[in-house]
């Protein structure tokens, strides 16, 4: 059978159980009407005024109309998340690309090509609903997968540790992490006193810190960060052999991540950032897609690690164990009611299918317990369950009776088990039917408040992050430390992380303690506080690339924006071939001047201009371009918020283009020897140049980024 037909039966199988849960949720979804009723169906046939005992009367009480109206509207909220608040979501699938029957029962990892629906929601660590999108914050990375066996949430995040080891402490850290009980301030920031007041003396925080102060903690978009299920899990296959399991998402268009400086103005000008990249590259076609890998374990061989793999404050390096990918995630629709399913969706760690269960992680263990209750206190009862975002695909059949929103309707007088009236014969579960098994697990005694041995190394592994990283996100690290630091009112919080630090390197603790007025750290500073412990030795693995972002290779640019700066006048021969480059790249051009409208070209043609150079700034895009023409170049030089907009774009070592005369602009913004600089791209108008410029350009803006330009600090942006 020809390859592609094989392929068309393998997508049309799998896309069955896609299309059940689309049509369960079309089944619930209100389409626009001519006619406006009440929620009972109630005509209404005037929606601007009240019931009323004459014109200028008092409003009556039997105004149900009005009555149902305001109700519905006083309840519109819910209670947020305690964590997690803000978020944005998609629908899309996973499709197996290599089965897994040598390592998982689980039904949708046996067979290449099957395609199971999902729902992933991406959010943020700290921050409320209404934060904005680019503070520096751990994402949340929530997968439902609607299988046929049920539902199974795998919620994980895109750093791969937490910031505790057992659950007992996570209300403490989020308690430390939220705005301060006295005033309610910060909003969405880890820089104030109480963060690091717990964090420096919980020195198991230290490798998610390291994680929390790197690019990774600012991501350029939710399609440019991978994701971590943090714990360590446990699959078992039909004989009942168990591996543990690491889970990890790597993201197709690679890791990529913004400046502080970018972050904290994007905030101000666009605080959906992340939102709006998410949906605009879906409703574009240009699907968000992840690898799913995963790092095995066989269970007799946990042990050889030199620490605990149940550990959440630990990971284990690709160095040792290599992620084996096994399927793709796609995300290729949007919610059409933003509140119906990203905020009512319900994920909890606690909702396993046949073939994957937890592990002693007691950090998972607590959420395990934790996460039932805490979607009942958000969506007001048991049955959050049966809203139509998360429901099953697959029969769905338990003895569940009444509570709050019971939306499943029961047939019968049977509501228990064993039973004999529910269909004539006798009902009843007993363990020897198919289903959810848990494996046996041998259980240590006796009973006791104690952590494992494994888990008192708390900076081997921060220091193995610290040695993977790039020079540039070094720097970035020891700036973002320097940042948050600064915002600390009490000093001996300030030297207390320092401290700490020395233990991770003591240059990264020197350097960080030079502006703040810290004393040099003292490396023995630490020992002897409740909770510490310092590395045993040295670790197996010294760095690992996999831990950076500097390193990785270039992937294409695929959905980035390219800011195009034109005045009367401008050169369009060359910037037409930049544009259908582009295109063909699958990014996009738009089109910038100091009024929206159009511009004359040099030759007298009418160039649509899409926004101005203050509406959107910079830090909205990933490249600049500067066409010629002597009179556009002219009129760009002559404007401040242009020479700010390539200043600017200079100094976050982006890739900028000059074309003709428009390098013109390069002197105008005092930047004379720039020319030969990384990522600095330079070209003619000359047809014969035009190819070769296009082709230069994205090579360039396919590096994301130009590290090693000079003298950054010194450019007024």
């Known amino acids: 059978m020809p390859q592609s037909k094989q392929e068309s039966l393998r997508r049309a199988k799998g896309n069955e159980t896609a299309l059940a849960k689309q049509k369960q949720l079309e089944a619930f979804t209100h389409e626009p009407h001519n006619a406006l009723t009440t929620a009972g169906g109630i005509g209404v046939a005037d929606n601007h005024n009240s019931l009323r005992a004459g014109p200028r009367g008092p409003l009556l009480a039997e105004d149900f109309i009005l009555r149902e109206k305001l109700v519905r509207f006083e309840h519109e909220r819910i209670p947020e998340r305690v964590v997690w608040a803000r978020g944005a979501a998609a629908h899309g699938y996973f499709e197996c690309t290599k089965p897994m029957v040598d390592s998982t029962r689980a039904a949708f990892l046996q067979e290449p090509g099957a395609r199971t629906p999902v729902f992933v929601r991406f959010s943020q660590l700290a921050g409320s609903q209404g934060s904005a999108d680019t503070v520096r914050d751990v994402r949340g990375f929530a997968v439902k997968f609607y299988t046929g066996e049920g539902n199974w949430d795998l919620v994980g995040a895109n750093i791969p540790v937490f910031f505790v080891q057992d659950a007992m402490k996570f209300p403490d850290f989020v308690h430390a992490l939220k705005p301060e009980p006295h005033d309610g301030m910060p909003q969405a920031s880890s820089a104030h006193d109480t963060f690091w007041d717990f964090t420096s003396l919980v020195p198991e925080s230290t490798h998610a810190l390291m994680w929390l102060m790197s690019d ?355 050169e369009v021969g060359a910037l037409r071939a930049i544009q259908q480059a582009v295109q063909e790249a699958q990014a996009s051009c738009v089109l910038l001047a100091d009024r929206v409208g159009s511009v004359a070209t040099a030759n007298g043609q009418q160039l649509a201009v899409d926004h101005t150079f203050c509406t959107m700034p910079s830090v909205l895009f990933d490249a600049v371009v500067v066409p010629g023409g002597t009179a556009s170049v002219q009129a760009l030089a002559q404007n401040g918020q242009a020479v700010h907009f390539v200043l600017e774009a200079y100094r976050h070592c982006k890739t900028i283009c000059f074309i003709g005369e428009g390098v013109q602009l390069l002197e105008r913004a005092g930047l004379h020897d720039a020319a030969e600089t990384p990522g600095i791209v330079v070209g003619r108008n000359e047809p014969p140049a035009r190819a070769q410029l296009a082709l230069d350009f994205i090579a360039a803006v396919a590096c994301h980024r130009h590290w090693t330009r000079p003298n950054l600090d010194t450019i007024a942006a």
Request: net charge positive; hydrophobic share 40%.
């Open 216 to 570: 990774h903690a600012l991501p350029r978009s939710y399609r440019m960060m991978d994701g971590f299920g943090v714990h360590t899990w446990r699959v078992v296959n039909a004989r009942g052999v168990a591996h543990y399991v690491k889970f990890h998402w790597k993201a197709k268009l690679g890791r990529h991540a913004l400046l502080t400086t970018e972050a904290q103005r994007i905030a101000g000008c666009d605080p959906d950032f992340l939102r709006r990249d998410l949906r605009d590259a879906i409703a574009q076609q240009c699907w968000p897609e992840w690898e799913l890998a995963l790092q095995l374990v066989p269970e007799q061989k946990a042990a050889a690690f030199g620490f605990d793999i149940l550990d959440p404050t630990k990971l284990i390096p690709e160095e040792l164990v290599p992620p084996v990918v096994v399927g793709r995630l796609v995300l290729n629709r949007n919610c059409e009611d933003f509140f119906a399913e990203c905020e009512q969706a319900a994920f909890h760690p606690g909702h396993l299918v046949p073939g994957i269960e937890f592990t002693n992680d007691p950090l998972l263990q607590g959420r395990v317990q934790s996460y039932t209750g805490s979607q009942v206190a958000r969506l007001g009862g048991p049955n959050f369950g049966d809203l139509p975002i998360n429901r099953p695909v697959c029969p769905a059949h338990a003895f569940h009776q009444g509570g709050a929103h019971r939306m499943a309707i029961g047939k019968g007088p049977v509501s228990y088990e064993p039973n004999t009236l529910g269909n004539g014969s006798e009902f009843r579960v007993d363990g020897g039917c198919a289903g959810f098994q848990s494996s046996t697990d041998a259980i240590e005694s006796p009973k006791t408040r104690r952590r494992s041995d494994g888990f008192d190394d708390h900076f081997s592994q921060a220091a193995l992050f610290w040695n993977s990283q790039g020079p540039a996100e070094k720097e970035h690290i020891v700036s973002a430390f320097q940042r948050e630091l600064w915002r600390v009112q009490v000093p001996a919080i300030r030297q207390r992380v320092v401290d700490n630090l020395a233990h991770v390197d003591s240059r990264l603790a020197r350097r960080v303690a030079e502006p703040l007025g810290t004393a040099a750290p003292d490396a023995k500073a630490a020992a002897g506080r409740a909770g510490f412990r310092d590395a045993r030795g040295k670790s197996a693995v010294e760095s690992s690339p996999a831990l950076g972002t500097e390193a990785q290779p270039a992937r294409g640019i695929a959905t980035r924006r390219i800011a195009v700066l034109v005045a009367p006048g401008v």
